[in-house]
């Protein structure tokens, strides 16, 4: 579901965003394109279809708290522009890893053995840090 315009700017970078980053806009209340824009300038955000897929699932699932924020998480993306990505993978994390070194994209998470592993690909991470700002290790 990749378009043209993406591939095509080269003044755009890419930025993979997994499941724990659609979260933290509620959980932390943060302005993710704000801070997006700010770290890293011009952007276009790409999501795996299983990191949508899990959001689904935490709809459903888990604690009350929780459901609640994944709920209105899958609702604030129905208001985004972003592009999803079909995953060959039903696993978000590794979805989000195999994409990111597909497409030589950012990824924003928190979630720390997925920091690891994209680190360990050289890929470039941004994370949340004092529950505040992003910034990018």
């Not at 824009?37 to 604690?63: C, F, H, M, Q, R």
């Not at 720390?112 to 991470?125: A, D, S, T, Y």
Request: net charge positive; charged share 35%; proline share 1%.
């Amino acid at each position: 579901m990749a378009s043209n315009r993406l591939w095509g700017n080269t003044n755009r970078k890419l930025v993979i965003l997994d499941t724990s980053a659609i979260m933290m806009v509620f959980e932390f209340f943060i302005d993710i394109e704000k801070e997006i824009e700010k770290l890293i300038g011009k952007y276009d955000l790409l999501i795996p279809s299983a990191v949508i897929n899990e959001l689904e699932l935490l709809s459903k699932n888990i604690s009350q708290t929780k459901r609640k924020k994944a709920k209105m998480a899958l609702k604030y993306l129905e208001n985004k522009e972003y592009t999803i990505i079909k995953s060959r993978e039903e696993n978000a994390d590794e979805s989000v890893l195999t994409n990111a070194i597909e497409y030589k994209s950012y990824v924003i998470t928190n979630d720390r053995p997925l920091i690891k592993k994209l680190k360990e690909e050289g890929i470039r991470v941004i994370s949340l840090r004092s529950n505040k700002k992003l910034f990018i290790e």
